[in-house]
């Protein structure tokens, strides 16, 4: 099978005008770097939510008020992920994510400060603008990094992702059980000053040879759209309302709108023509699907052993660490043979494994021993890990010349739409099986009834592998797409040798 660091044009170019180390010999120095703020910035976006009740009845808001410290980080995230890819593009990668570096230790700092729930919800919009400017950039700089080793890099950058996103719940748990809850926020001070100072010394910014103009008009269109979107799927998560309904529609005809300028703009802010290969957009979508699963998966499994089981909450975490473990080890590995055997064989591979893993955890009982309950969860993370590099390699790979910022941007997107979906959907299997089950509506934990809570799990799990097995069936078609470019290809040879 033609490898994808071979077969995407974009990838060729990017190789032949990056080098294979950064900053003069300090490649490895600026991979550390880029780990390090993307381990801190989507651990932040899930650390917080242990904190939620400290800082509810510190700050004297409800329940629902406080709920908007976790969600305005991802809305936020995803409105200017695709902004701040494009000014990468611009401006140099680097200096974008060095930016977004200071906005997210400001905004850290500002949080541990905040004596007010307003205060506290202004200064996570701004650690989020930072989060998005990095993250926005991070895979487009190590794409230019290491062009020979992309895979088994970017396999790193998959790995701390998952890292990022399975302990901050328990590390988060460990603070305020020990501390204040704004040392959730302490914390990342060191680090941000640690990896702003260092990264000054080993990432080497790369100007682009023709800056295009920068799209107001599209901007002034996307934002909104983004943030009105987002803000109905989380809104919907406490149930589908007019509002939320005419919150969604106004967020779609907004970005309907932002498509048509797009189309006649002399410098769009979204590069469209890379939409037009159909594969491109399956590992998008594939993407998506993936991180939805993830989501709905961490969402439902902790009631699971806490609830559902009665396991303590520091069992639970260490039960739970299971999943990440097998990212750490496993992602590096996958992104390595991707870099040897090409990405769409490990993708195909990760998407299958991980089809069966859900399908199997939608079987377990109250009374699954643990020697059989740990390996089960570790071969369904299995299956996300073997998925992820490769897959954010290919997506890379489709990047033209001058565009890793923003497709690097795209694919952060894809990963926070599918986790906010993820959740949405996991929720409302849950709750709809739960009250199946139990003859009324459902919105939480029933106490003393575990076999209904059980029903939920099941049905969500096994519709959850659906979806999966969906992105499955896109993978083949993507297998398909290939085949044909091949024989296409096989075919124009023969005719030029007669």
Same mark, same amino acid.
């Given at each position: ?54 800082? *509810? &009845? ?8 406080? &709920? ?29 994510? &060095? ?8 905004? /850290?700092?500002? @949080? ?21 400017a990095s993250l926005a950039n991070n895979q487009g700089i ?6 020979? /080793? ?16 399975? @302990? ?38 790369? +100007? ?37 309904? $005419? ?16 189309? +006649? ?40 052993? *806490? ?14 660490? @299971? ?11 996958? $992104? ?6 090409? @990405? ?5 591979? $990760? &998407? ?45 790979? +489709? ?16 990963r926070y739409l599918g986790q906010s979906v993820g959740i ?11 009250? *199946? ?62």
């Amino acid at each position: 099978m033609e490898r994808m660091a071979e077969s995407a044009p974009g990838n060729r170019a990017g190789a032949a005008k990056a080098g294979t180390k950064a900053g003069g010999g300090h490649a490895g120095a600026a991979l550390v770097v880029i780990l390090a703020m993307t381990f801190m910035e989507i651990l932040d976006g899930t650390i917080v939510n242990v904190a939620l009740p400290s800082m *509810q &009845q510190e700050l004297g808001v409800d329940m629902a008020s406080i &709920q908007w410290v976790a969600s305005i980080y991802s809305i936020v995230t995803c409105a200017a992920l695709l902004v701040f890819g494009r000014l990468g593009d611009m401006f140099g990668k680097v200096r974008i994510f &060095q930016v977004g570096v200071a906005l997210f230790t400001a905004g /850290s700092a500002l @949080c541990a400060l905040s004596g007010t729930f307003e205060m506290l919800v202004v200064a996570r919009a701004v650690q989020s603008l930072g989060g998005a400017a990095s993250l926005a950039n991070n895979q487009g700089i190590i794409t230019e990094t290491f062009p020979d /080793s992309r895979g088994r890099a970017l396999g790193l950058v998959a790995t701390f992702t998952a890292l990022g996103a399975m @302990c901050g719940p328990t590390l988060g748990g460990l603070i305020v059980a020990t501390l204040p809850w704004e040392f959730i926020f302490i914390i990342n001070l060191p680090i941000g000053l640690i990896s702003f100072v260092v990264g000054l010394k080993v990432l080497s910014n790369r +100007h682009p040879v023709h800056r295009p103009s920068f799209d107001a008009l599209g901007t002034v269109l996307l934002i909104p759209s983004i943030l009105l979107i987002f803000f109905a799927i989380t809104l919907t998560e406490r149930g589908v309302t007019p509002f939320t309904i $005419g919150m969604l529609a106004c967020g779609i005809g907004l970005l309907v709108a932002f498509v048509v300028v797009e189309n +006649h703009a002399k410098s769009p802010l979204v590069t469209l023509g890379v939409f037009r290969d159909v594969r491109f957009v399956i590992d998008l979508i594939n993407m998506a699907l993936v991180f939805l699963a993830m989501a709905a998966y961490t969402f439902i499994f902790p009631y699971y052993l *806490q609830e559902a089981r009665g396991i303590g909450a520091g069992v639970a975490g260490l039960i739970m660490a @299971c999943y990440p473990l097998v990212n750490s080890i496993v992602g590096p590995i996958s $992104g390595a043979v991707s870099d040897k055997v090409g @990405c769409e064989k490990p993708t195909l591979v $990760g &998407q299958i494994i991980y089809t069966c893993g859900l399908a199997i955890m939608g079987f377990v009982a109250l009374d699954t021993p643990l020697f059989v309950l740990i390996p089960c969860i570790m071969f369904t993370s299995l299956g996300s890990a073997i998925f992820q590099a490769p897959n954010n390699s290919m997506v890379m790979g +489709h990047a033209p010349e001058g565009s890793l910022g923003f497709v690097g941007s795209l694919g952060n997107l894809m990963r926070y739409l599918g986790q906010s979906v993820g959740i949405t959907v996991g929720s409302a299997l849950l709750y709809g099986g739960m009250s *199946q089950s139990i003859g009324y509506p459902v919105t939480s934990y029933i106490e003393g009834r575990p076999d209904v809570f059980m029903d939920g799990m099941h049905l969500a799990f096994h519709v959850v592998a659906v979806i999966v097995l969906v992105s499955v069936a896109l993978a083949f078609v993507r297998e398909w797409l290939n085949y044909r470019e091949r024989r296409a290809k096989a075919v124009a040879t023969d005719a030029s040798a007669r």
